[in-house]
């Protein structure tokens, strides 16, 4: 009441207070009454000006010259406008609440995919050390030194800020900057033992300068599918991120490779021992790294993409033969294999099945092996762990999903379906894009991990993208 009584003096509503005929909404009806008998009195001089002309010729014209009825214009109150600004206020002002509401309430995390909302405040306790607002630093690709090292200036003792510079300088090229802050870290976690115990897991991480990692290949179901497992370098990871390929050998003994990596000469003689190559397919916007080079080997194999953008095709530019993108409902590919595409996905992933040996190939994205389950840690390694919410500390698992789809997934309702219409299936092994197998049907290792999907919409994905800034 003090508040309006500032902004509204009383003589704002002296109006109001003098005694009137009408009421100050009675003033509208009565306007509205004035107009419409203004209107009917244009009326009657159009007519009386017609009349008269007819009297010129016409003697017996009737008498037009009769008075006509004529009512006082009136104006608008100010209180009126005073009425209408208030009210217009605070609809703003309760307005503004509810988006506030809207926009900081969460129902799920966004930083670990799956938890609730009240998880981060938890883990950030369990921690003592605020990561759920740092993880974001980790998951950014534009210049961000000046608030790495303001955050360092606020925890000099944590590993954390050193793991962040040292991710920092990497992607910059300063390989011996990032070694320092690497050393620096490994040296904190010995000299603070106490407060970065539960940053533990984070550790061993091997030398920035290291750029050889072995690939191997390993048979998964006999006689039938065989996976090599190895880093492949992209510009945000220089010492490679883990990618796992597929070969399936077909009835007729022709081998089919499933998002395949950028082999060593062993690999592929190892491949070619297993028979001819026919087809080559990459299973996801992000997965296209290997498949260049895989041409060159075998130029006369078949190239099958998922759905993609012009944008999505730079990397693709140089590939002289035509490519055949695999949408639409479940179909079968290369007639005894069967992809699913995730249509509701923004990396437009695309699954395989193998009926014959129950194996479905993929998820590449919606589901990942923790990088710190990696032989070998990297420092991208583990600065992906923090920035995509896979390191959770003693609730940290092998396999989860990671907080990156909020980006990729478009139509929830439309994904969850697909998700129920693939628990039908027959699966008892999963064959990961990012490495990993894991032998369970497919509602008992997709269900539980995905589950929250439902609860994923516009705002989670406005929220993500607003926190992370530029990504990837």
Partial sequence: LTMLRALFPARSFAPLLRSRPVSVFGQ????????????????QRDNAAKERKLSVEDKTAPNVDEPITTYPEKKFDRAVWVY?????????????????????????????????????GDLDNQFQFPLSAASHYFNRSDNRLKEAKKFEGKYPTSVIPQLLLAQIYMQQGDLDASQAHLDQAHSFLEKYAKENECFSKLFPIVSVYKQDFPMAMKEVKEGRIWCVEGRVRTNRFQQGIIGQSSIVKLADNSLVIINPLTFTPEIVQEINSLGNVVALF????????????????????????????????????????????????????????????????GTNEIMVYDPSSRALIGPCEMIVRNTLFNDEKTVEDVGAAIGLGLFRGSYTQEYCPPNSNFMYVCKAHQLDKILVELYQFKVDTFILGH?????????????????????CGL??????????????
């Fill in 282 to 345: 990459s299973p996801a916007t992000f997965h296209t790294a290997g498949l260049l080079d895989s041409t060159k080997h075998w130029p006369d194999a078949q190239v099958y993409t998922s759905i993609m953008k012009e944008k999505d095709l730079e990397s693709l530019r140089s590939l002289k033969k035509p490519r055949i993108d695999l949408s639409g409902s479940a179909n079968e590919f290369c007639n005894e294999l069967v992809s699913i595409p995730l249509t509701s996905v």
């Fill in 84 to 120: 209408g600004c208030v009210l217009a206020t605070l609809g703003g002002l309760l307005g503004l609440y509810k988006g506030y509401r809207y926009w900081s309430e969460n129902t799920i995390s966004l930083v670990y995919a799956g938890r609730g909302s009240g998880f981060d």
């Fill in 28 to 43: 509208f009806s009565a306007k509205r009454f004035y107009v419409k008998n203004n209107e009917s009195q244009k009326k």
């Fill in 435 to 455: 490495g990993g197998i894991v032998e369970s049907t497919a509602e008992e290792f997709l269900k539980p991990n995905l589950h929250w999907i439902k609860y």
């Fill in 459 to 472: 705002k989670q994905d406005l929220k993500w993208h607003y926190s992370n800034a530029a990504l990837f």
